[in-house]
């Protein structure tokens, strides 16, 4: 049975940083692609940066500059480096991994940034 498991959430102050970690366990197989997604309280989740198999990397627009993606493929574990936090990034974070077979998604991390 694959499980996702994500570490790395917490509170922190504007301008801060935190890196999130999110590591696959079980026979999870081949993983195309590994996402960052964030749901803020009573907002849609939506999707934050992805990483391809080919390390093909895209953020969504507020991000940029600021959150750096990368993947492990040796560990099947993808990191979401967020630098200058701000409000407006406060949000429960889930990690994405899909794979020919199936979509597997993690429990969730909270990320709270202070003003």
């Known amino acids: 049975q694959v499980q996702l498991v994500e570490s790395g959430g917490g509170l922190v102050q504007a301008g801060g940083s935190l890196r999130l970690s999110c590591a696959a366990s079980?026979?999870?197989?081949?993983?195309?692609?590994m996402a960052w997604y964030r749901q803020a309280p009573g907002k849609q989740r939506v999707l934050v940066a992805t990483?391809?198999?080919?390390?093909?990397?895209d953020y969504e627009d507020s991000v940029k500059g600021r959150f750096t993606i990368s993947r492990d493929n040796a560990k099947n574990t993808v990191y979401l480096q967020m630098n200058s936090l701000k409000p407006d990034d406060t949000a429960v974070y889930y990690c994405n991994m899909e794979t020919p077979w199936h979509d597997y998604w993690g429990q969730g991390t909270q990320v709270t940034v202070s003003s």
């Open positions: 079980g026979r999870i197989g081949l993983i195309n692609v």
């Open positions: 990483i391809t198999s080919g390390g093909s990397i």
